[in-house]
Each structure stands twice: as structure tokens, then as C-alpha cells.
């Protein structure tokens, strides 16, 4: 079993729809939760940053963290076509730095 | 203010070979983080290097190495290439005591 779930879709929603994304994983010591977008045969760019439980918005993006269920999610309002990409989970442990990422999701945001 | 910079962009090598990947962290950065990430998947941890040695190290043979610079700039060096070596290597900084970590574009590098 993977330390950490990510479904690779492929996930295709029209113009405007909300996008759901979400991880699970197995490792209890992880305590600081990532979520990047990765455009094709590009570098990862950070998009939220969340520590511990609890729910973080920046502007069309909310992230949620359930630690008790080991979920993470990932929801994009009012989608646009550029945010067709691949979007990683990624989350490490209190006192370590590296980085346990999902396979990552491949979303299409049809005009 | 000037992200992360990787060179090469592309580069193709056949088994065997040895090959060096280069990475200068963002500006105000000290760590450097190397991942591998193939096709379709995630990436995945290599190593780390702070203050000029490896602190921490992934799953990967003594086939890759690194080296960190006074200037916090970083090489990855990988030794006798295999053809399951061919991914984008991804190098990421970061402050010593941060968790988010800024990727750079990546080097593909294919091994024939």
C-alpha cells in the first residue's frame, strides 16, 4: 500500500463547475498538508498550504485537512480552462522535510 | 525576484553513462531538495542538502549523489544510467525550517 492515495482520474468538468480532488493516506506523523499544480512537462507550483486539520480558502481554492480520517481535499470554484493540469497532493511530518506526494490528477476544465 | 532555475532542460544519455543535473535555489533559500518523477506518477524524495551536506535521503541507490555550494546551488550527479533512470528531475528550495518548497522547471533526462 502506497503511503499516500491520489486517484488519477483523468476528472473532465465544463466551464464553471466546482472541482473536487482528494488524498488519502496511511502515515499518521504527517502534520503539514500540500497541494501543487503541475502543468505538462513543467515544475510543480505550490497552490495551498495547510498545517494540521481545518480548511483554508484562497480565493477560487479550498483546501481541507481530516486528520482523524486521513483525508485531504482540494475544491476549485467557478473552474476556467487554465486550470487544466495535474494537481498533486503532497504532506510530510512535523519535524522531517521530505515530501510523500500522490500520483498526482489529471483535470480537464472543458469552455 | 528569481525562482528556482534548473539546466539542462532536456538531455539524453545512453546506459552506462554518468550525467550531472544543476539547480540554483530562489533568492533567501538555503535548502535544496532533489525529487525524481516519472512518468505518469509522483514525485518522489532523493535527497535533501542544508548547510552543505546530505541531511536527509530517500529510497535510492549510491548510484545518485549530490553536492551543495557555498552559494546554496546544487548538483545531482547520477553514475552508471539505466534505462529506468529517464524522468524529470525536479529540484526544490526552501528555508531550513520551511516545509513549502519551490520547485523548478525540471531536467528530463532520457537514458537510451
Known amino acids: 500500500q502506497k503511503e499516500v492515495e491520489q486517484d488519477p482520474g483523468p476528472l473532465s468538468v465544463p466551464e464553471g463547475a466546482i472541482v473536487s480532488l482528494n488524498c488519502t493516506y496511511s502515515?499518521?506523523?504527517?502534520?503539514?498538508f500540500m497541494w501543487y499544480r503541475q502543468y505538462s512537462r513543467k515544475g510543480p507550483e505550490l497552490l495551498m498550504y495547510?498545517?494540521?486539520?481545518g480548511n483554508k480558502e484562497d480565493g477560487r481554492f479550498t483546501a481541507q485537512v481530516d486528520k482523524s480520517s486521513k483525508y485531504i481535499s482540494l475544491f476549485i470554484r467557478d473552474s476556467q480552462p487554465s486550470d487544466s493540469a495535474t494537481y498533486l497532493c503532497?504532506?510530510?511530518?512535523?519535524?522531517?522535510?521530505?515530501?510523500?506526494f500522490g500520483a498526482g490528477t489529471t483535470v480537464t476544465v472543458r469552455a | 525576484d528569481a525562482g528556482v532555475t534548473q539546466s539542462p532542460t532536456h538531455l539524453i544519455k545512453t546506459r552506462g553513462q554518468q550525467v550531472t543535473l544543476r539547480c540554483s535555489p530562489k533568492?533567501?533559500?538555503?535548502?535544496v531538495s532533489w525529487y525524481q518523477q516519472a512518468l505518469g506518477q509522483g514525485p518522489q524524495f532523493i535527497f535533501q542538502?542544508?548547510?552543505?551536506?546530505?541531511?536527509q535521503r530517500g529510497n535510492f541507490p549510491d548510484r545518485f549523489s549530490g553536492h551543495q555550494f557555498p552559494n546554496y546551488s546544487s548538483e545531482l550527479n547520477v553514475n552508471a544510467l539505466l534505462l529506468g533512470d529517464s524522468a524529470l528531475y525536479l529540484c526544490?528550495?526552501?528555508?531550513?525550517?520551511?516545509?513549502?518548497?519551490?520547485f523548478g522547471p525540471g531536467t528530463r533526462l532520457t537514458v537510451l
Open positions: 526544490a528550495s526552501s528555508f531550513k525550517s520551511g516545509n513549502e518548497q519551490f
Open positions: 502515515n499518521s506523523a504527517f502534520q503539514y
Open positions: 495547510t498545517y494540521s486539520s
Open positions: 503532497a504532506m510530510s511530518p512535523l519535524t522531517r522535510y521530505k515530501l510523500s
Open positions: 533568492s533567501g533559500h538555503d535548502t
Open positions: 542538502y542544508y548547510e552543505e551536506e546530505e541531511r
